[in-house]
Structure formats: structure tokens, C-alpha cells
């Protein structure tokens, strides 16, 4: 079971790209930086934000892209 900031990080996607893709994005880019779902902490959020910018933007565009990090940034 992922810890608080990985869920609150994925309530915050959730509105922006969607369930899925938000449940999807925050496993890749926790995985990404070396940590779990269980260890990611709020040190970690801006690498997992800038992250998402790029992973996303040929997904939901640029915009969408930037939208969603500026909400993962907020939760941090």
C-alpha cells in the first residue's frame, strides 16, 4: 500500500490527466528517482514534478504537462 504523499500526489494528478494515467505516472516516476511507492517523500517532489513535464507532455500536451506538475509541486 503506497504511503500518504504518493496518494496525495496521485489526487492531484487525478483531476488534470485522469485515474488511470495518474495511478500509472506516479509509479513510473517514483520508480524513476529510485524510491517506491512506500519511501517517496517530500524531498522527492519537485524531481517526481519536473519528471512528469517531460513523461507526460507527448501524452496530454505541454500544457496539461506543466499543469500537472504545478499540482504535484503544491502538494510538497
Not at 496518494?7 to 528517482?33: C, F, H, K, N
Not at 519511501?39 to 517532489?45: A, E, K, L, P, R
Request: glycine residues 6%; proline residues 5%; charged residues 25%.
Amino acid at each position: 500500500m503506497p504511503n500518504e504523499l504518493a496518494g496525495q500526489i496521485e489526487d492531484a494528478l487525478r483531476p488534470v490527466i485522469g485515474t488511470v494515467l495518474a495511478t500509472v505516472s506516479v509509479d513510473v516516476e517514483v520508480r524513476r528517482i529510485g524510491k517506491t511507492l512506500d519511501t517517496v517523500d517530500h524531498s522527492d517532489v519537485p524531481a517526481i514534478a519536473e519528471n512528469l513535464i517531460e513523461a507526460l507532455r507527448l501524452v496530454v500536451g505541454p500544457d496539461t504537462a506543466a499543469a500537472a506538475a504545478v499540482r504535484v509541486r503544491e502538494v510538497g
